[in-house]
């Protein structure tokens, strides 16, 4: 359950993501700076040290999202989603990202779609994985937004689709402090299809924003739900 959303800059771009969980599961730890192969990268962490975003010094960004219409899934032996990123982050071209993936256990790893941000390029590739085959799909560097749900995921992706095509209309449409209201908006009511998502066992535990230039890239993180204040301290690379 979560939303990402991307925005075109000059030289770079911006991204943010609301993670959305089961109230019970653990909280999350903070972005740290960490080694994943010989490349340095920036990304919150479970408390199994996976992760669902990351952005490294290449300036590229991984994010990671469930594929809730995919019914199936692994047995007891599942391996966690939060590995993912982990080994494929270290490299920098879509190339190596997709052998990278290729490489893990995917029998192992319930359904997912990887999106890659790929600056020096300016592509965006998105891998999904369904169990049964891991399938590339090249998206345009646009604005574009990227949602599940495990509460009626074409229902949640119909509304919030719309949240984000109106919110495009606004003067404002592309700013940071644009994207920053658009993760915390409870339109068209705060429930299951807002993408600041409140449901009685489920809500959206965490925002998080990377901001890339042409020489750095930034991350900031937000602990709770994204409507419940703005506090986001920063790391990032230069």
């Known amino acids: 359950m979560c939303t990402v959303t ?8 911006s991204l ?18 960490r080694k994943c192969g010989n490349t340095v990268v920036i990304c919150p962490a479970e408390p199994g040290g996976g992760t669902w975003i990351a952005v490294n010094e290449k300036r590229v960004c991984l994010a990671l999202i469930n594929w809730y219409s995919i019914k199936a899934r692994v047995g007891d032996e599942a391996v966690s989603r939060g590995e993912v ?18 490489n893990l256990p995917l029998s192992q790893i319930n359904p997912f779609r ?18 049964k085959s891991l399938v590339r799909k090249k998206h345009p560097w646009q604005a574009q937004q990227w949602i599940s749900s495990g509460f009626d995921e ?29 993760h ?29 230039s042409a020489h750095q890239a930034k991350m900031r993180y937000h602990a709770g739900a994204p409507c419940q204040g703005s506090t986001m301290p920063v790391l990032g690379f230069h």
């Open 184 to 212: 915390r908006s409870h339109s068209p009511e705060p429930g299951p299809f807002s993408i600041c998502m409140h449901r009685s066992d489920a809500a959206s535990v965490s925002y998080t924003e990377i901001t890339v």
């Open 6 to 13: 991307f925005i075109p800059r000059r030289g770079g771009y």
């Open 114 to 131: 990887l999106i890659g941000v790929f600056p020096e390029s300016n592509t965006i590739f998105e891998w999904r994985w369904d169990l």
């Open 154 to 182: 074409p229902e949640a992706q119909r509304v919030r689709s719309a949240t984000f095509r109106k919110a495009q209309l606004q003067r404002s449409a592309s700013s940071v402090a644009w994207l920053r209201r658009l």
């Open 85 to 102: 990123i982990s080994s494929a982050i270290a490299d920098s071209e879509p190339g190596s990202v997709a052998i990278m993936l290729a």
């Open 16 to 33: 943010g993501m609301n993670r959305d969980e089961k109230l019970t599961r653990q909280i999350a730890r903070p972005p740290a700076r």
